[in-house]
């Protein structure tokens, strides 16, 4: 049973360009979330997907917006990229309606903005 | 609106010693709490949850944790520590605030970096 998967694992972009990254949710699950962690700082939420539709948001721009498609999976898009988007970016899939379900954490995509 | 407090961003310890990360929570609501481990490169993993069940919660590879609502308190413990456990290790809070349904997000804390020593 595949875990969580992430993708690219690491990616460079310039200031100002846009950057799309992907999430494939475990195996039943059908909520996917998506966490900022900065250098040596803990993760920070950034919004979640269910049923297609953003259903929870963290204090973080319009800059940054998702999407969820019919198979679970999930897109994270951030626009106009600042130095300080530069982080690990972690995805996290839970069971249906599991308001304290597990979150199962995939192994990031590592961005850096030049 | 919710916090975590981890005391200690560092915290080194024999190996063969008690493990002990300390983790405060402010919440509006009883909170639902965890604590994660985060090996280098690597995503991370639930040691243990609190859900309103037993205050006393035991998790993976011998971690334990109480929750103690007057300290608004939920210390990780470990009575022997294992050159396996160096970790970057996470506390974190749901408020259950989620009205769209699914898992709530998580508030983590900034994490505690355990060493271990020979």
């Known amino acids: 049973d595949a875990g969580v998967t992430q993708s690219p694992t690491h990616l460079i972009k310039t200031r100002g360009q846009q950057v799309t990254l992907r999430c494939s949710p475990k195996?039943?699950?059908?909520?996917v979330s998506w966490y900022q962690q900065a250098l040596g700082q803990g993760p920070q939420f950034i919004f979640q997907?269910?049923?297609?539709?953003?259903?929870q948001r963290g204090n973080f721009p319009d800059r940054f917006s998702g999407h969820q498609f019919p198979n679970y999976s999930s897109e994270l898009n951030v626009n106009a990229l600042l130095l300080g988007d530069s982080a690990l970016y972690l995805c996290?899939?839970?069971?249906?309606?599991?308001?304290?379900?597990?979150?199962?954490f995939g192994p990031g995509t590592r961005l850096l903005v030049l | 609106a919710q916090s975590v407090t981890q005391l200690g961003s560092h915290v080194s310890v024999s190996e063969g010693a008690l493990v002990l990360l300390r983790c405060n929570y402010s919440?509006?609501?009883?909170?639902?709490l965890f604590w994660y481990v985060q090996y280098p490169n690597q995503g991370l993993q639930l040691l243990l949850k609190?859900?309103?069940?037993?205050?006393l919660v035991k998790g993976i590879n011998g971690f334990e944790a109480e929750f103690k609502k007057s300290e608004t308190s939920f210390h990780l413990t470990k009575p022997s520590a294992h050159m396996s456990d160096a970790a970057e290790y996470f506390c974190?809070?749901?408020?259950?605030?989620?009205?769209?349904?699914?898992?709530?997000?998580?508030?983590f804390g900034k994490g505690t970096h355990l060493i271990i020593q020979p």
């Open positions: 996290a899939s839970s069971f249906p309606r599991a308001r304290v379900g597990t979150q199962y």
């Open positions: 195996s039943g699950h059908d909520t």
């Open positions: 997907y269910y049923e297609e539709e953003e259903r």
């Open positions: 919440s509006s609501v009883p909170p639902y």
């Open positions: 609190y859900t309103s069940a037993a205050t």
């Open positions: 974190a809070v749901s408020d259950h605030s989620n009205s769209g349904g699914g898992a709530d997000g998580l508030t």
